[in-house]
Nanobody, 114 residues
Framework: QVQLVESGGGLVQPGGSLRLSCAAS????????MGWYRQAPGKQRELVAS???????IYADSVKGRFTISRDNAKNAVYLQMNSLKPEDTAVYYC????????WGRGTQVTISS
């Protein structure tokens, strides 16, 4: 069973950058498509970016051009580079599969505020 641990969140000013990391205790190779999700207070969890095992990426319109997702199957890791951050990006960020979900990790808090 894959277990996921997210890290890299923090408090940054608008326009700043963060790089999130997701470490898996088991092989993520079986999860053909990995994604980063986020959940803002009072809102449903949403998928913001996904990456297939071959490297194909898809982004939500709200983050397109600002976020970059990547994965390293050898290291069992998924990353999310977030640039030009906006207050509306404030949320708890999680990684997980897309076509197949495993138990959710605790997430990492991202707060964008001046």
């Amino acid at each position: 069973q894959v277990q996921l641990v997210e890290s890299g969140g923090g408090l940054v000013q608008p326009g700043g950058s963060l790089r999130l990391s997701c470490a898996a205790s088991g092989s993520i190779f079986r999860l053909a498509v990995m994604g980063w999700y986020r959940q803002a207070p009072g809102k449903q969890r949403e998928l913001v970016a996904s990456v297939a095992s071959g490297g194909t990426t898809i982004y939500a319109d709200s983050v397109k051009g600002r976020f970059t997702i990547s994965r390293d199957n050898a290291k069992n890791a998924v990353y999310l580079q977030m640039n030009s951050l906006k207050p509306e990006d404030t949320a708890v960020y999680y990684c997980n599969g897309v076509q197949k979900l495993v138990p959710w990790g605790r997430g990492t808090q991202v707060t964008i505020s001046s």
